[in-house]
């Protein structure tokens, strides 16, 4: 066995989900099934992802790294836009909630850290890259956003929201005791339209129906198409910190997120951000 192959099966459990075995049959039937679950829901779990002896130090990790995050709460609508801009009367951009979530930045992360090592792996790269059926995912450039902690603390939620990221890749490292609970609607939205209305209806909570709810355990890993997917994370309730890797990959390299996000989430910026914003593009026309 390679070295590659020892790490990767001392962290994710390879019986289940074969990821050291690029092309067998065996992958291409659990990636079948994820991709039906991603067409059907918008998101798929991998229950017991991670190799069980290693839950202990999944979680002991997250609590070492979560003192670095930056702590702040901050007004926000669900497109994480102004909202006293010129919205008509209805808008859901209008409607602003209190992000209380935390997030430990990339740089904080130690390069032996059992997340660092999978979100940097080529194995799992591949294997979350034909999940979303995508030839190639990249790593961020950036070096804030890409790899993050998020935390949750009690009485702190993370509010309704879309993700800039098409792809969102999440691990739970630590369950709340209570509440913070991930909710969503799948596709709510798509590149052509916004579907204001029923974004409406929802985070204002006209329709609690449509709404998914999941039941994570650590160690358990998720993917989900934020940006089209309104999403939340309910308020913690009980002593416990609630703890998420999120893993942030494109299709496209050397992405780099812009200065003001990144002052919202980091609370600093770096001089990558700013010589990034220079030739910044826009990939679609969604509000953001
Ligand atoms: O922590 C989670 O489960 C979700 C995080 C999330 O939605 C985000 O970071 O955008
Ligand atoms: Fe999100």
Redesign the pocket.
């Given at each position: 066995m390679s070295s590659t192959d020892t790490l990767l099966h001392s962290v994710v459990n390879c019986d289940r989900y074969p990821l050291h075995q690029p092309d067998s049959l065996a992958w291409d039937s659990v990636i079948a099934g994820i991709q039906r679950d991603l067409a059907t829901d918008g998101c798929s779990v991998l229950k017991d992802f991670i190799h069980p002896t290693q839950l202990p130090a999944l979680a002991q990790q997250g609590q070492q790294l979560a003192p670095d995050a930056y702590y702040t709460v901050s007004t926000v609508n669900v497109y994480n836009t102004d909202p006293n801009q010129d919205y008509p009367p209805d808008h859901p951009g209008r409607i602003t909630f209190e992000r209380g979530?935390a997030f430990v930045a990339r740089d904080r992360i130690p390069t032996d850290y059992l997340i660092s090592q999978l979100y940097t792996h080529a194995h799992f790269k591949a294997f979350i890259a034909r999940c979303f059926a995508v030839d190639t995912l990249y790593e961020l450039a950036d070096p804030l956003a890409g790899l993050?902690l998020?935390v949750?603390q009690t009485d702190r939620e993370?509010p309704w929201?879309f993700?800039t990221n098409e792809f969102?890749v999440?691990l739970?490292t630590q369950a709340a005791d209570h509440g913070g609970e991930?909710q969503f609607f799948p596709d709510i939205r798509s590149p052509d339209a916004e579907n204001q209305s029923a974004v409406h209806d929802v985070i204002t909570g006209k329709t609690p129906e449509v709404v998914k709810h999941l039941n994570l355990a650590c160690g358990d890993l998720?993917l989900f198409k934020?940006r089209y997917a309104l999403?939340r994370?309910s308020p913690v309730k009980g002593a416990q910190e609630r703890h998420?890797a999120?893993f942030a990959y494109t299709p496209v390299p050397d992405v780099i997120s812009n200065v003001e996000r990144t002052r919202q989430l980091f609370g600093r910026v770096l001089p990558e951000h700013y010589a990034a914003e220079k030739n910044a593009q826009r990939r679609d026309q969604l509000i953001d």
């Amino acid at each position: 066995m390679s070295s590659t192959d020892t790490l990767l099966h001392s962290v994710v459990n390879c019986d289940r989900y074969p990821l050291h075995q690029p092309d067998s049959l065996a992958w291409d039937s659990v990636i079948a099934g994820i991709q039906r679950d991603l067409a059907t829901d918008g998101c798929s779990v991998l229950k017991d992802f991670i190799h069980p002896t290693q839950l202990p130090a999944l979680a002991q990790q997250g609590q070492q790294l979560a003192p670095d995050a930056y702590y702040t709460v901050s007004t926000v609508n669900v497109y994480n836009t102004d909202p006293n801009q010129d919205y008509p009367p209805d808008h859901p951009g209008r409607i602003t909630f209190e992000r209380g979530n935390a997030f430990v930045a990339r740089d904080r992360i130690p390069t032996d850290y059992l997340i660092s090592q999978l979100y940097t792996h080529a194995h799992f790269k591949a294997f979350i890259a034909r999940c979303f059926a995508v030839d190639t995912l990249y790593e961020l450039a950036d070096p804030l956003a890409g790899l993050c902690l998020n935390v949750l603390q009690t009485d702190r939620e993370h509010p309704w929201h879309f993700d800039t990221n098409e792809f969102t890749v999440s691990l739970l490292t630590q369950a709340a005791d209570h509440g913070g609970e991930f909710q969503f609607f799948p596709d709510i939205r798509s590149p052509d339209a916004e579907n204001q209305s029923a974004v409406h209806d929802v985070i204002t909570g006209k329709t609690p129906e449509v709404v998914k709810h999941l039941n994570l355990a650590c160690g358990d890993l998720q993917l989900f198409k934020g940006r089209y997917a309104l999403h939340r994370v309910s308020p913690v309730k009980g002593a416990q910190e609630r703890h998420t890797a999120i893993f942030a990959y494109t299709p496209v390299p050397d992405v780099i997120s812009n200065v003001e996000r990144t002052r919202q989430l980091f609370g600093r910026v770096l001089p990558e951000h700013y010589a990034a914003e220079k030739n910044a593009q826009r990939r679609d026309q969604l509000i953001d």
